[in-house]
């Protein structure tokens, strides 16, 4: 039907919907994160719109995560979100890379036999030993991951815990002439069970990203599993599409 789109909005509405989500972000730029949005009833008066269109616009800025919605409550400047590319970069050269500051706190710290899981993962027999690290990872002091790391004990024997407070093990593995030089991974939506929600400060059940990798050297050995929970309301996903070649 002319005029009319597939989802049922009219051309009309569309235009109006985006003119008004232009406003409410040019509005956005002289408030902070956690300020509050007029009421819907006033935001409607002073944008000259119906409160439909108004509350479309605002749903599409909640969508992208620039806006809050708390039932009950009212709109809020949402925290910004982390673009995440799938890089072989580590989370605190990721982080450096935005201009956040990087930190994070050892939760668990253990040597124990790589099993059969892990030891499929990285190539190993179950029986040799493995480090097995957990990790909060923090931007700008706010829980950002729960990061799960596996990597062969004789790979770094001396490793410490303390090495991993704070700081980047891509680097301290450079330093031993350790080179990541490819990865396979694998990427998919998940809740946060109570334990994590609890760690990372989000509700029982909060949309996550789950991140699994596995890290080759140059001569194809793999280095390290890493398992990973990101919070889904500080962080989206970036791809780069290319054409494949005909």
């Known amino acids: 039907m002319s005029g009319v789109r597939s989802g049922g909005e009219s051309e009309p509405a569309t235009t109006k919907r985006r003119a008004v989500v232009r406003r409410l972000m040019a509005m956005l730029d002289d408030l902070d994160v956690g300020d509050a949005l007029p009421s819907e009833r006033r935001l409607a008066e002073e944008l000259g719109v119906s409160r439909p269109t108004l509350r479309a616009a605002v749903d599409e800025l909640a969508g992208r995560g ?12 949402a925290e910004r ?44 027999s ?28 004789a790979l770094v024997p001396e490793l410490r815990r303390e090495d991993l407070e704070d700081g980047s093990f891509y680097t301290l593995l ?5 080179v990541l030089a490819s990865g396979w991974g694998t ?29 080759h050297s140059e001569q194809g050995e793999p280095l390290e599993y890493v398992r990973s929970v990101y919070r889904g309301d500080r962080y989206r996903l970036e791809l780069e599409l290319k054409p494949v070649p005909r």
């Open 66 to 77: 620039l806006l809050d919605r708390r039932h009950g409550s009212g709109t809020y400047v």
């Open 81 to 124: 979100r982390i673009a995440v590319g799938l890089t072989l970069t580590s989370f605190t050269e990721d982080m450096e890379r935005r201009g956040m500051r990087p930190g994070g706190r050892v939760l668990a710290f253990r040597v124990e036999t790589a099993g059969a899981r892990i030891g499929r993962r990285l190539a190993m």
């Open 126 to 153: 179950p029986t040799e030993e493995v480090f097995t690290i957990r990790r909060l990872r923090l931007a700008d002091g706010a829980p950002m991951a729960i990061e799960t790391l596996c990597l062969p004990k």
């Open 174 to 178: 450079r330093e031993r002439g350790i």
């Open 187 to 215: 990427v998919e939506p998940t809740v946060t069970t109570a334990e994590e929600a609890e760690v990372l400060g989000v509700p029982v059940h909060a949309p996550a990203f789950l991140f699994e990798r596995i890290s």
